[in-house]
């Protein structure tokens, strides 16, 4: 089954093209609106970007019939419908810019590949993946056509097709598309290259996907080693690299070496960012999620109610990012029967999580169930019939 490490690779390949330009006196209404939506998509205000996305598309209705804009408009207005999870009007959008796309640039084009990508995108985000391969492959092959079979610009492609690939647990395709891309860019920057680094993530995702762990820790190595040259021993540059590696010694069975690289990451990040800064949350609850599947639970009690701290300080005590770390630290007491620290944490966690996401929100949903667990232990039989009701109610409307 499809892991969502690899949607969120796929996520990241979309050719939205949402980028900001200068604003001038001289600027169109089209130019106007266009700029104010890529600007109102970068800082996540959606609804008023889709109202200047509109606004601009509108404009280009009434350009000529083979204006490039139009198509650009489309796919700018399908690009917000697409981070709002609205996929079917998107859809159409994204159809009519390939069709136009076409017809304006030529199928040699590769812009009309970006567009080819981007409908094949929404349909892989839906699990449509008998629609999004032959999409994906034919933007690859209109991509080679115009650039040539060992262009840079194919990688983009090969991490497409491997990614519908491996959701359908192709393995042997995907690896086959992955380490070409990886030799395209290899070949073309050098060994040493911060560029491989994705590449040779890429592959060793796909490794650990068949707990191939011996193929993959090389490759993470090798990532980590190329970061370190390039930003120097302690630098966060390094984090992403410090953590996949050290996932993936945990699940090959080699704690010790994953418990050193994961102190590395969050002494990076400490030195780096100071010891208040909630970007030190993800190394504290990483460090503190590898003592929990340890066993050793009092390592990590002292990370998670740091971690809580630091979220209550910068956030206020209602942010549902204070809801997550105070569940997991709930968890952590539960685990060690410690039901009276647990239960507060619990219910802290749900009241946050309601007040923030609405009582009928799946997150919640979990919340009560984590909850369901500690009503049991404590012998609590109605209290936990009562929230299994809700739990029901809320899944079956979702």
């Given at each position: 089954?499809?892991?969502?490490?690899?949607?969120?690779?796929?996520?990241?390949?979309?050719?939205?093209?949402?980028?900001?330009?200068?604003?001038?006196?001289?600027?169109?209404?089209?130019?106007?609106?266009?700029?104010?939506?890529?600007?109102?998509?970068?800082?996540?205000?959606?609804?008023?970007?889709?109202?200047?996305?509109?606004?601009?598309?509108?404009?280009?209705?009434?350009?000529?019939?083979?204006?490039?804009?139009?198509?650009?408009?489309?796919?700018?207005?399908?690009?917000?419908?697409?981070?709002?999870?609205?996929?079917?009007?998107?859809?159409?959008?994204?159809?009519?810019?390939?069709?136009?796309?076409?017809?304006?640039?030529?199928d040699r084009d590769p812009q009309f590949a970006a567009s080819l990508s981007n409908l094949a995108a929404l349909y892989?985000?839906?699990?449509?993946?008998?629609?999004?391969?032959?999409?994906?492959?034919?933007?690859?092959?209109?991509?080679?056509?115009?650039?040539g079979s060992d262009h840079i610009d194919l990688t983009l492609d090969l991490k497409n097709l491997a990614g519908v690939?491996?959701?359908?647990?192709?393995?042997?395709?995907?690896?086959?598309?992955?380490?070409?891309?990886?030799?395209?860019?290899?070949?073309?920057?050098?060994?040493?290259?911060?560029?491989?680094?994705?590449?040779?993530?890429?592959?060793?995702?796909?490794?650990?996907?068949?707990?191939?762990?011996?193929?993959?820790?090389?490759?993470?190595?090798?990532?980590?080693?190329?970061?370190?040259?390039?930003?120097?021993?302690?630098?966060?540059?390094?984090?992403?690299?410090?953590?996949?590696?050290?996932?993936?010694?945990?699940?090959?069975?080699?704690?010790?070496?994953?418990?050193?690289?994961?102190?590395?990451?969050?002494?990076?990040?400490?030195?780096?960012?100071?010891?208040?800064?909630?970007?030190?949350?993800?190394?504290?609850?990483?460090?503190?999620?590898?003592?929990?599947?340890?066993?050793?639970?009092?390592?990590?009690?002292?990370?998670?109610?740091?971690?809580?701290?630091?979220?209550?300080?910068?956030?206020?005590?209602?942010?549902?990012?204070?809801?997550?770390?105070?569940?997991?630290?709930?968890?952590?007491?539960?685990?060690?029967?410690?039901?009276?620290?647990?239960?507060?944490?619990?219910?802290?966690?749900?009241?946050?999580?309601?007040?923030?996401?609405?009582?009928?929100?799946?997150?919640?949903?979990?919340?009560?169930?984590?909850?369901?667990?500690?009503?049991?232990?404590?012998?609590?039989?109605?209290?936990?019939?009562?929230?299994?009701?809700?739990?029901?109610?809320?899944?079956?409307?979702?």
């Open positions: 089954m499809l892991n969502s490490w690899w949607r969120g690779l796929m996520a990241a390949s979309l050719v939205w093209a949402i980028g900001l330009a200068g604003c001038g006196d001289t600027q169109s209404p089209w130019e106007r609106h266009v700029d104010r939506g890529d600007l109102l998509f970068q800082q996540g205000r959606f609804k008023e970007a889709k109202e200047q996305y509109a606004a601009a598309l509108k404009e280009a209705e009434t350009f000529e019939k083979q204006d490039p804009r139009l198509p650009r408009s489309l796919t700018k207005l399908a690009a917000v419908h697409d981070a709002q999870g609205e996929y079917e009007q998107a859809e159409p959008l994204l159809n009519r810019a390939v069709n136009l796309n076409e017809t304006i640039l030529g892989f985000a839906q699990r449509h993946y008998e629609k999004a391969l032959p999409l994906f492959e034919r933007a690859l092959q209109v991509r080679e056509q115009a650039l690939l491996a959701a359908q647990e192709h393995y042997a395709q995907a690896e086959t598309h992955l380490l070409r891309a990886l030799e395209i860019t290899e070949n073309a920057t050098g060994p040493d290259d911060p560029r491989l680094v994705e590449r040779l993530n890429n592959l060793a995702l796909l490794y650990r996907a068949q707990q191939d762990y011996d193929k993959a820790i090389p490759l993470l190595e090798r990532a980590l080693a190329i970061n370190t040259k390039q930003y120097g021993a302690e630098s966060p540059g390094l984090l992403g690299s410090l953590n996949n590696l050290a996932s993936m010694l945990v699940a090959q069975g080699a704690p010790d070496k994953a418990e050193e690289l994961l102190k590395q990451a969050l002494t990076i990040t400490e030195q780096s960012f100071g010891p208040e800064n909630p970007r030190l949350v993800s190394g504290l609850t990483k460090l503190a999620d590898f003592y929990r599947l340890q066993g050793q639970f009092e390592k990590a009690e002292p990370l998670l109610a740091s971690a809580l701290e630091i979220n209550e300080k910068k956030f206020g005590p209602d942010h549902e990012k204070v809801a997550n770390v105070a569940n997991n630290l709930a968890l952590l007491y539960f685990l060690q029967e410690k039901y009276a620290q647990a239960e507060p944490l619990f219910d802290r966690a749900l009241a946050i999580n309601e007040k923030t996401l609405g009582k009928e929100h799946p997150i919640v949903a979990r919340t009560l169930r984590n909850y369901v667990a500690l009503l049991k232990k404590t012998n609590r039989a109605q209290e936990a019939q009562n929230l299994e009701t809700r739990i029901a109610t809320i899944e079956n409307d979702s």
